[in-house]
């Protein structure tokens, strides 16, 4: 079995990964990749039919090549390429990584072939790297998320009203400080969080939301301009002392009936498109104006408290958040009035990523005039 080599970063969340092309263990530049998982499996066998595969015969050999999306290919491999070995030595196949493809990061995949003598054992590995991917999948946090922009000059400029009164009145309280803040350009309602790994998905997942909105949005939107109130403010958790997001909620008075019926069917239609696993209950409309920091800040992500600073690689696990007391807030301002706005599209965002107007860079935008 070959070794890894050869690095291409790569930023998953706010983890940045080093990936590793083959090379002979015995390179003295043989380095370790920074992913490791004791990935149980369940070998059972399967149809080549399930994963729409075609093995070939090369010599004694069979042979299979599939795509692993780079983003989890640190994890799929395994410190030490410990899963890779361990899925070759229980399948009794070799598994080969096309390392031209990570060094030049030409794609958002990489080429993996797997060779035995056997074809239910080429089956059974790939099952099993299929296991290691949807376990990534299951503990990554989310890539993207669908959204309604709210990011116009009167929202912003209201939340910087709300931002600077919070910051002069409660600056003593536990936790209040400037980074809690969301940045006011990404300012937006969450429908539903993703988590797609390679620009397939991200296809998928546009085409969609373009088929949802012409089969059933168009009917809701009916030719109106949808428009919200963002008026109140609440929290997440049960403790107002304890808090790690502060929303602005969505007033019953303005759009909130066809706004919340877009959301639903938003998520119905990828549940049923496999998406997403499962609907989620209660599906609560929000403008999330604070959210607590981790205590390890990496300074050139500060003032982005929408997303999770920093992250123990090897556990998985971020570190510890620092939440805020809320309660002296939620008391003076509970009835804070954000302003009122249309809805003019929604949008396919991209987390972590950053468009030319401070929004979230867009895989998909649907006008909704």
Not at 3 to 32: C, F, G, L, Q, S
Not at 33 to 52: G, S
Not at 111 to 125: S, Y
Not at 175 to 181: K, T
Request: charged share 30%; net charge neutral; hydrophobic share 35%.
């Amino acid at each position: 079995m070959n070794d890894i080599v050869n690095p291409k970063m790569i930023w998953v969340e706010d983890r940045h990964y080093r990936i590793y092309a083959t090379k002979n263990k015995n390179d003295t530049t043989y380095k370790e990749p920074l992913e490791e998982e004791d990935i149980k499996y369940h070998q059972t066998e399967m149809d080549k039919d399930v994963f729409d595969i075609n093995i070939t015969k090369n010599g004694d050999l069979f042979e299979m090549d599939f795509q692993i999306p780079d983003i989890c290919l640190g994890f799929v491999i395994g410190k030490n390429a410990s899963n890779l070995k361990r899925i070759e030595n229980q399948t009794q196949t070799q598994l080969l990584i096309n390392k031209a493809k990570i060094k030049k990061n030409l794609v958002d995949k990489t080429k993996t072939i797997i060779k035995g003598k056997l074809e239910k054992n080429l089956i059974l590995a790939r099952n099993m790297i299929e296991q290691s991917i949807q376990k990534y999948r299951n503990i990554c946090t989310p890539t993207h998320f669908v959204s309604l922009p709210l990011n116009v000059p009167s929202i912003q400029s209201n939340f910087e009203l709300f931002k600077q009164e919070i910051l002069e009145k409660y600056a003593k309280d536990k936790g209040i400080n400037e980074h809690l803040f969301q940045a006011p350009q990404k300012l937006h309602l969450t429908l539903v969080m993703l988590k797609l790994l390679d620009q397939e998905e991200v296809d998928k997942c546009a085409k969609v939301l373009k088929d949802c909105y012409e089969d059933c949005l168009k009917k809701i939107i009916n030719g109106k301009v949808l428009r919200v109130r963002l008026k109140g403010i609440d929290y997440m958790n049960d403790d107002p002392s304890d808090v790690h997001v502060l929303y602005a909620k969505v007033d019953p008075f303005s759009d909130l009936d066809r706004v919340q019926s877009i959301a639903d069917m938003i998520v119905d239609r990828l549940v049923r498109e496999c998406i997403i696993e499962k609907r989620l209950e209660n599906l609560k409309l929000h403008a999330t104006v604070m959210i607590s920091q981790h205590k390890e800040i990496d300074a050139s992500t500060q003032n982005m408290p929408d997303e999770s600073h920093t992250r123990n690689f090897r556990s998985n696990k971020p570190p510890p958040r620092e939440s805020f007391d809320a309660r002296n807030i939620l008391k003076d301002l509970a009835q804070y009035d954000f302003g009122e706005t249309e809805i003019p599209c929604l949008h396919l965002s991209k987390r972590f990523a950053v468009d030319k107007d401070g929004y979230y860079l867009p895989a998909l935008v649907l006008d909704l005039e």
